[in-house]
Every structure is written in C-alpha cells, then in structure tokens.
C-alpha cells in the first residue's frame, strides 16, 4: 500500500490549522457563524496556498449542524465530507469537464433538493479553463442561483474568466504563505514525524516553495527520502544543486577584489556540482540587496538572505558598486535561457560586475550641422580653481575670422562636462594645517546625527555614506573616499556646492573638500614630516559658496558692467541722467 503524501496527512481540517491566510478565514469563519454564506465565492491565488482546502472547509462548515464551532468534524455532515462520501459537496475539476455539456448537466442537477444537508455545495477547481460555451451556461446559474446552491470556484488565473462570473462571485485572493510561517510549519511536522530537520534546511526549503506550502511540503518529503532521519542545509543543495550562503560571498569578494582565477575555479566548482546558474544568479542578487541594507541600516533584522557577519564582509565596497553589480546580473538573467551554456554565460557576467565602474561625468555627442556663422560662439569649458575661488569676468575680443560657409561640413558638438576640481597634495596639506581634533570631533557629532537612519535619505545623505572624515577646521571639512569615481562626482562646482549647502543646512558650515583615502593617508605621512622640519606651508585660503555667490550676485547686478562686458568697454559711453529727470 503506498505511503499517504504529506501535503495530504497534513492538509488543514479546520480553520485553526489553516496557515498564511487570515483575513480569508476571518471573514469566512463570520460568515458561516452569522448565517451570511453567500450563494457563490470565488478563490484565486498561487499554487498551493489552501484554495481548495479553505473550499473544502467553508462547503462543511455551510452543512455543518454546529454553526458556532464548524466544521466541528463531529456531525454526521462533518463525517460523511471527511471521508469523501457526502451527496450534496460536488468537486469538479474544469480542467477535465470543460465543454458546455457538462455544465449543463451540473445545472440540472443543482435544481435538485439537497439529499442530506441543507445546501448542494459545487467545488469548481480550475475554473479558468472552462470553455466560452461551459462559462456562459455557468454565468447564466450565478445569475439566477436556486436558493439551495452554493458554488465555490478556485482558479490561479482569474484574469482568463469573465469579468461577469467575477462580478457575481465575492472574490478572496490568496497570497504567497510567509518564509517564515512555513519554516515553522516544517519544523513543527518534522518533530511530529520522528526525523531531524536542521533550522537553516527548513528556511532553504521555505525559499525553494516560493510561498506554497504544498511545494514545500512535497520539497520536505523528498528531502526526507534522501537524507533519512537528519535533514540539514547541505542535503538541501546537494539535491537541488544549490550553493551556500558562504559560497555566495566568497564568490562576491572574489569579484570586488577583481580576482579572475578564483572566479573561474568557483564557477568551475560549481558547475561540476550541478549548480542551477540561473538560481545562483538570483541569490546573488539577493545577498548584494542584504548588503546594501545593511550598510545603510546596519540592522540585522533586515536581512533576508545573509547574516551580519556576511553582510558585513560585503559592506565596504559604495553603495552604488553593489546596487551596479546587482543591475549587471538582473540584466543577465534572461540571457541563461538562450544561452547554450550556463556556465559560460555566468561567468561573463560575473566578469561584468567585476569591471563596473559607476561613471563619474556623462559626455554626449552629437553629429549635426553647425552653421559657419556660429562657429566662432562655441568657447570649451575652463576648469575652476582648486580653491573655488570666483573668476574674474573677461571682456570677449574680437571674433576671429570665421571659416567660409562653403568649407564648414558636419562637425562633432561636444557638450561642456563639468570637470571635478582636485586637491594636490600640497593643498592637503594646506587644509590640515588649520585642523584639529575639537572641530573634527564637534563635525563628526553632526554628521552622525545626519546619517541617523531617522533621518530620511536623499542624494546628499547618500553621497555621505560613500566618504569619511579626515580632518577638519573652522571653515572646512576633509573626506577621503574609497574610489576615484567619488571623489570627481563630489568634486565638481554643482555637487559640492550642493553638498556644501545641505551640510550647512544641518549646522556644518565649513566647505567640503574630498579625496581619495590614499592620498589622504600620503598626505597625512607629509604633513608629519613637514611638522618635524618645520616646513609647513600657509594655512589655505577657503572661500565659501554662499560668499562666491554674493559676490558674483553684486557683479552680475550692476547694468554698467553687463553692458560692458556685452558690448566691449571700448564702445560703452556712460552718460549721467539729470537730476529730477526719470
């Protein structure tokens, strides 16, 4: 006699037992309790999530004799359904009796009296895939339903029905039981079972079932043949051809550490275990998204797929690296299914994370005709100074000749790239001469309470998390960050004036300056030099953005000027107005 399934031996009997579906069997439940049962209810959702089994409970609890308490499994009703004999609860499969004819034969026999109970109850499983004829007999009964007839459909398609069988039913959607709920539950069965079930393979199988608890059911009584009476993580994926959470990260670092030969030893390991690459992918993403949360939380409450210690060796790298590395193997996913081999197409994209690099300037171009006439308008961007110190407005001069129309073809536009403003080691040097350990101390309280997660995240707190304090004075503030791209992105005029104005809106008023932590590390090493030979330079002059402003603002505000620096100062005559004239 062959052994009973155990998504069968530990289907729910009542509503108690039924797991990840509340609102569904509150509302049930109340209905069945103040005789409010509706004439036909209709159950969608994903496979495995109790469609059928909260059909089979609300058709004994409309017949059972004990209203407060059904389905009590004690009444005769209660008794004839659980064994499966009782006349008036109808299951149907559509997916075998699709044609019209036998729905109408269901109606015919619906108009009958009830042979046992008080209600004919009709269980129509997969009811999506009805015929057009079969559904519209079926609509016309839901339209004009006998007093004695309920229907309970279940389908996982509903967008396949017709909106007006939809319409006459009270739909319940079922949703995907929680991971943890279920681990829980195939802990409990386990115990009840008499063989072990690790806590770490429970969680695994929770993530395998994608939320139905008959997937992991099934998944549990596999796992149980193969292993015996101990079930633990690596028999999991062993035979699922899975990877631990542990491989996942060694193989992380490998790529942030632009380690070639351990990527291609870890794939090939992988593959000869009969690793699902497309699996892999995904629980890559997974730990990069754990990553990311933790290092901006630093909570590990948050993490799904990682534990803090693995999350934390993945937290060094930006934020904007991991979430890159993410989208490249996002991007790469659909590739596996087309792909001749996994392998192959893995490691490609391993490779693609392991060279992204978050791009520091955008610079378009563009192939267009430029008349001749303009020609001579287009003037290259100058770099600012490294001090931020305001330029001088310079006259324009004489255009120079300008090319023959005839001569001027398609030329290429560059649109001006704002260039970041770097600091030498010199001027590093310059700014640690004003530091001290009070100001550092008294910026970094400040900026602790802007990095508080209380505090919502915008660009510029997330531009913060990418930097740390060096150094700091009275008027300005030195961060170091770990790459390049960083440093340019903070460093050009309109992010670090937008920098500069939200550290002053949160009582930091003291300019920002940002390098690489290398640099900051050789310059520190200078600076102590210079100390002891006592050839330290000046300490830098720093100019605020709000005070380059104000004082381009006075510039730009006076119409003597403007009209100087428009038509040449040579061609300007002022003439004073008369007094008492306007």
Not at 125 to 141: G, I, N, P, R
Request: overall charge negative.
């Amino acid at each position: 006699m062959s052994r009973i399934a155990l998504y069968q031996k530990y289907r729910s009997q009542t509503f108690d037992e039924v797991i990840g579906q509340d609102y569904v069997v509150r509302s049930i439940r109340n209905a069945v309790k103040e005789q409010k049962v509706g004439h036909a209810y209709l159950f969608c959702g994903p496979r495995g999530t109790g469609k059928t089994t909260m059909a089979r409970l609300l058709a004994r609890s409309i017949n059972c004799e004990h209203p407060e308490k059904a389905p009590c499994g004690e009444c005769p009703s209660c008794k004839a359904a659980l064994a499966g004999t009782h006349p008036d609860i109808i299951e149907i499969n559509a997916a075998n009796e699709t044609h019209v004819e036998d729905i109408r034969d269901l109606i015919e026999r619906a108009r009958l009296a009830p042979m046992m109970s008080k209600h004919k109850v009709y269980i129509i499983d997969e009811v999506h895939q009805l015929s057009s004829a079969a559904s519209s007999a079926l609509l016309k009964t839901l339209e004009e339903p006998p007093e004695h007839v309920v229907f309970i459909l279940a389908t996982t398609d509903p967008q396949k029905m017709l909106k007006t069988i939809i319409s006459r039913c009270q739909r319940f959607d079922f949703s995907k039981v929680d991971t943890e709920k279920i681990k829980d539950h195939l802990l409990d069965i386990a115990g009840k079972e008499g063989f072990v079930l690790d806590e770490a393979a429970a969680l695994k199988i929770a993530e395998l079932s994608d939320g139905g608890m008959r997937d992991a059911l099934s998944i549990l009584e596999q796992a149980s043949s193969y292993a015996g009476d101990h079930i633990s993580e690596e028999s999991i994926d062993e035979i699922f051809g899975l990877t631990s959470t542990t491989e996942e990260v060694d193989l992380l670092k490998d790529i942030l550490d632009s380690n070639m030969e351990g990527i291609l030893e870890r794939v090939r390991s992988f593959a000869e275990h009969g690793t699902d690459f497309r699996r892999l992918s995904n629980d890559l993403v997974n730990a990069l998204k754990d990553a990311i949360i933790f290092q901006g939380t630093k909570n590990a409450d948050l993490l799904h797929h990682l534990n803090a210690d693995q999350a934390s060796k993945l937290s060094d790298p930006p934020m904007q690296k991991l979430l890159g590395m993410a989208r490249v193997m996002m991007k790469a996913q659909p590739d596996f299914a087309l792909a001749q081999s996994q392998e192959t197409c893995f490691t490609l994209a391993c490779f693609d994370m392991m060279m992204y690099e978050q791009p520091s300037v955008q610079v378009v171009q563009k192939t267009a005709e430029v008349p001749a006439e303009n020609m001579h308008a287009y003037i290259p961007p100058q770099p600012l100074p490294v001090s931020f110190e305001p330029q001088k407005t310079a006259v324009p001069s004489e255009p120079s000749p300008v090319q023959p129309a005839a001569e001027v073809k398609k030329e290429e536009v560059h649109i001006p790239v704002e260039q970041p403003q770097l600091l030498s080691n010199e001027d590093v040097i310059s700014i640690l001469v004003s530091c001290n350990k009070a100001y550092k101390q008294e910026v970094q309280e400040k900026l602790n309470r802007i990095m508080d997660p209380s505090v919502p995240m915008n660009r510029w707190k997330n531009m913060l998390r990418q930097v740390k304090l060096g150094a700091a004075s009275d008027k300005a503030v030195l961060l170091f960050a770990g790459s390049q791209a960083a440093v340019n992105t903070m460093m050009c005029e309109s992010t670090n004036r937008g920098l500069y104005e939200y550290l002053k809106e949160n009582g930091i008023d003291r300019m920002p300056y940002v390098i690489q932590d290398q640099e900051f590390s050789q310059a520190c090493h200078a600076f102590a030099a210079r100390m002891k030979d006592h050839t330290l330079p000046q300490p830098k002059e720093i100019t605020f953005w709000s005070r380059q402003e104000a004082e381009a603002g006075k510039k730009e505000d006076d119409p003597e000027q403007r009209v100087m620096a428009l038509y040449g100062a040579e061609n300007v005559k002022v003439i004073d107005q008369p007094k008492g004239e306007e």
